[in-house]
């Protein structure tokens, strides 16, 4: 999505979460816990997926998008699909996305990544994009990271 930002993965923890479990220091109860409205909300607003249950390996996961923000009011906290997330990326300023992959047959969850959308982050890359233009357009070329140094020793 062109409006994602502040993305955080929780990979690595799950990898940790699942290193645990087959070593026996934590039970399969512990990690396959999805309560029945997390399971409905895989059945109704998921997202299937390719990748199987790495827990017991009999159904593909299901990703649940969970939306939060302050102008949500009393939608916050839903569950939507995906398809919805870019309409109410245009037209909210800011709200948080939580994405859970469940196992409908054996009840794994886990928090996969959560991030920002709004149109907030569009207005910034217009600007951006508008200053740089501009920029360009006056003929001043804005030159940035290690390649501005370069070019400012040559000159």
């Known amino acids: 999505m062109r409006t994602q930002r502040q993305v955080v993965d929780y990979s690595l923890q799950k990898r940790v979460l699942l290193r645990d479990l087959h070593n026996g220091k934590i039970g399969t109860l512990e990690v396959c816990d999805a309560s029945p409205y997390l399971k409905n909300a895989a059945r109704f607003h998921g997202e299937p997926t390719d990748d199987?249950?790495?827990?017991?390996?009999?159904?593909?996961?299901?990703?649940?998008?969970?939306?939060?923000?302050?102008?949500?009011?009393?939608?916050?906290?839903?569950?939507?699909?995906?398809?919805?997330?870019?309409?109410?990326?245009?037209?909210?300023?800011?709200?948080?996305?939580?994405?859970?992959?469940?196992?409908?047959?054996?009840?794994?969850?886990?928090?996969?990544?959560?991030?920002?959308?709004?149109?907030?982050?569009?207005?910034?890359?217009?600007?951006t994009r508008?200053?740089?233009?501009?920029?360009?357009?006056?003929?001043?070329?804005?030159e940035t990271g290690s390649s501005s140094r370069h070019w400012e020793g040559r000159q």
Do not use: M
């Open 130 to 142: 508008s200053a740089a233009f501009a920029a360009s357009a006056s003929g001043r070329h804005h």
């Open 52 to 127: 199987r249950c790495p827990v017991c390996r009999r159904d593909n996961l299901t990703l649940v998008h969970y939306i939060y923000g302050d102008e949500l009011k009393q939608s916050a906290g839903q569950a939507r699909k995906l398809a919805e997330l870019p309409v109410l990326a245009t037209a909210l300023r800011e709200f948080q996305v939580f994405v859970v992959e469940v196992c409908q047959s054996c009840a794994w969850n886990h928090l996969t990544e959560q991030y920002l959308l709004g149109r907030d982050a569009l207005q910034s890359d217009e600007l």
